[in-house]
């Protein structure tokens, strides 16, 4: 059976599926709900020395598998978490890790308190409020790194457009990243009460869950190319095949918040299942035989189209339902079905490909023509 055991910066996780910091981790009673859920780690929602002032509402789902949310950090005083919640979730005997932020004042105090209290196995910094000058991330990363002793993580927003120089400028202060936050600021309302769906003062919040999964692998990805130091995914998971990719991305473990909102604490267990499974049945012994596959691939030249070879849709007639669904995706009108013949007009096909990643049962493929 596939070992989902991975060791990061020196500390042993029963697997490589964590809470993230949101809902999931609000209480040692909701870590420990996530524990017995099977979670390989408790990240707990994020503290600060001034607790929020959560609006309401504060979650919404303005389409499946997405939601809009505007939870703010803790509203919990942060003594609180130190001397009840973070010792309570210590029962359960997997690495805990703590979430904070923001300012470099904030992580001075909450830094400090945590090392001298020996709380948690690393700390986890949110960069959400910071903003995108270089100088305030390197400030704010000093102040957590002068007073605490243990394992460091920067987790970027997706507000941060120069990863790359975000990385370097990071690089020596932390000890691993964590990519994204939620992505925002995000609007939806109802049309007929013109109320919007979060009752913040200007109706918006930030979006997870699928929506963002290509964005957060975008940032682990590129992580992952300017560092060796460990990244952890964050984003969009909804399925095993979402946490393979993150891990093939360059991940060395994923955090998931939305999922477990929408179905409940347990699905950090059901994903280790089911990757375990999935590695059995393709010949993986390691979640480490997995890391970084994506970019260890070998890279392909390009297409563009009109240049030589061209790549069209071909079919595998033994998959095909003939359900149409690639005929009605075609905006150009190059599928056709006569009696269960397939027929693609070349003239009209600009090999955009979106028929292959529409159809359900994997019949269509880009394939090369000279």
Not at 159 to 179: H, M, N, Q, T
Not at 304 to 324: A, H, M, N, S, W
Not at 357 to 367: D, G, H, I, R, Y
């Amino acid at each position: 059976m596939a070992d989902l055991k991975v060791n990061i910066l020196g500390i042993q996780f029963p697997n490589p599926i964590w809470t993230a910091a949101g809902p999931g981790g609000a209480s040692a009673d909701k870590l420990l709900e996530a524990a017995r859920g099977g979670a390989g780690a408790l990240v707990s929602k994020t503290i600060s020395q001034k607790p929020a002032r959560v609006p309401i509402p504060n979650i919404s789902l303005p389409f499946p598998g997405s939601l809009i949310n505007a939870e703010l950090w803790s509203e919990v005083d942060y003594h609180r978490f130190l001397e009840e919640e973070f010792p309570r979730a210590r029962v359960a005997g997997i690495p805990i890790i703590a979430s904070v932020g923001y300012s470099p004042e904030d992580l001075s105090v909450l830094g400090k308190q945590l090392n001298e209290k020996d709380l948690v196995d690393a700390v986890e910094f949110s960069i959400h409020y910071v903003g995108k000058d270089i100088s305030n991330l390197i400030k704010t990363a000093e102040a957590l790194r002068t007073v605490f002793d243990g394992p460091v993580l920067a987790k970027f927003s997706p507000s941060i457009s120069e990863i790359r120089s975000a990385v370097k400028a990071l690089d020596p202060l932390v000890d691993g990243f964590v990519a994204i936050n939620s992505v925002g600021p995000a609007l939806d309302f109802d049309i007929y009460t013109r109320r919007p769906l979060m009752g913040s003062g200007d109706g918006r919040g930030w979006l997870s869950g699928r929506a963002i999964l290509p964005i957060g692998l975008h940032f682990v990805a590129t992580i992952a190319m300017e560092t060796d130091k460990p990244v952890i995914g964050v984003g969009g998971i909804r399925t095993v095949e979402d946490v393979i990719k993150y891990i093939m991305a360059g991940a060395s473990a994923v955090q998931v918040c939305s999922l477990a909102v929408l179905k409940g604490q347990q699905v950090y267990g059901q994903l280790a299942e089911q990757l375990s499974r999935w590695m059995d049945k393709n010949g993986y012994t390691g979640v480490s035989d997995l890391r970084a596959a994506f970019l260890k691939r070998e890279k392909k030249p390009l297409y563009y189209y009109g240049d030589g070879t061209q790549l069209y849709p071909e079919i595998v007639y033994e998959k095909c339902r003939f359900c149409d669904m690639c005929v009605n995706a075609c905006i150009h009108g190059a599928i056709q079905f006569e009696n269960k013949i397939y027929d693609l007009d070349r003239n009209k096909c600009v090999s955009c490909g979106l028929c292959v990643s529409v159809c359900p049962w994997n019949a269509l493929s880009m394939t090369e023509y000279p």
